[in-house]
């Protein structure tokens, strides 16, 4: 069984820089490519940050039942394919999902066992100014995804960690503790348990 981790937080709250840095540090961690209606930003590569589909086959998608999740945020519709959870579990790795409120709420209301993690900035203001400064929507989009963090804040309540996204350092630091000291329970440490508890038996 590998660890499912969920990370959600509003738009410019800093979760793509901090998972960007964890995919890169803390050993097998498997980032979900989820699909989404949206269209890239400069940069973004079709198969790495996402998969790029219309609006048409997303709802095929749906149809086929191929989402283990899915949601609409801010006029677009984003979700995980099942296909993320397969390769994970068979490479045996670890899976980070980047998924906003509603999709991390279908997993906990069918008690789906993972890694709830939320990130928040300090304030609402510093919220706008990164979202802003970021300089990827235009103003009505910047606006729509504004009000929509106001009204999924009191969702973080659902998480069982809470990152507040001040100074990145410190930030990535708590992430990080989160990720090892996770692992390291042992209901999942069986794997690496047997044979140590193998060396004792003489
Ligand atoms: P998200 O993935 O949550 O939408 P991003 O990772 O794209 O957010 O970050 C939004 C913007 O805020 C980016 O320009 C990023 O460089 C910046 N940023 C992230 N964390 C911090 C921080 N702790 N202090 C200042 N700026 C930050
Ligand atoms: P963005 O358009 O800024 O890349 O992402 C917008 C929001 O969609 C973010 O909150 C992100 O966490 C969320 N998101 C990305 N992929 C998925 C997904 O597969 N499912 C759900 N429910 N949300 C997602």
Same mark, same amino acid.
């Given at each position: ?5 969920? #990370? ?103 008690? #789906?066992?993972?890694?709830? #993690? ?11 100014? *990164? ?15 504004? *009000? ?29 503790? #989160? ?21 004792? *038996?003489?």
């Amino acid at each position: 069984m590998t660890t499912l981790f969920v #990370i959600s937080g509003p738009s410019g709250a800093g979760k793509s820089v901090l998972i960007d840095r964890l995919v890169n540090d803390v050993g097998p961690l498997r980032f979900s490519v989820s699909c989404t209606t949206r269209a890239p930003r400069a940069g973004e590569r079709d198969g790495v940050d996402y998969h790029f589909l219309s609006r048409d086959a997303f709802e095929a998608g749906v149809a086929a039942g191929r989402f283990f999740e899915h949601a609409a945020f801010s006029g677009n519709l984003y979700g995980t394919n099942w296909s993320e959870l397969e390769a994970a579990g068979t490479a045996g790795q670890d899976l980070l999902l980047d998924i906003e409120v509603q999709g991390a709420r279908q997993l906990q209301e069918k008690s #789906i066992d993972a890694v709830y #993690i939320f990130v928040t900035p300090p304030s609402f203001a510093e919220l706008e100014r *990164r979202l802003r400064s970021r300089n990827t929507e235009d103003e009505a989009a910047v606006q729509k995804r504004l *009000r929509q963090a106001a009204a999924d804040a009191p969702e973080m309540n659902r998480y069982q960690y809470i990152v507040v996204n001040d100074q990145l350092e410190e930030a990535y630091t708590q992430l990080r503790s #989160i990720f090892v000291a996770e692992r390291t329970r042992r209901h999942r440490m069986g794997k690496v348990l047997e044979p140590i508890l193998e060396s004792f *038996r003489k």
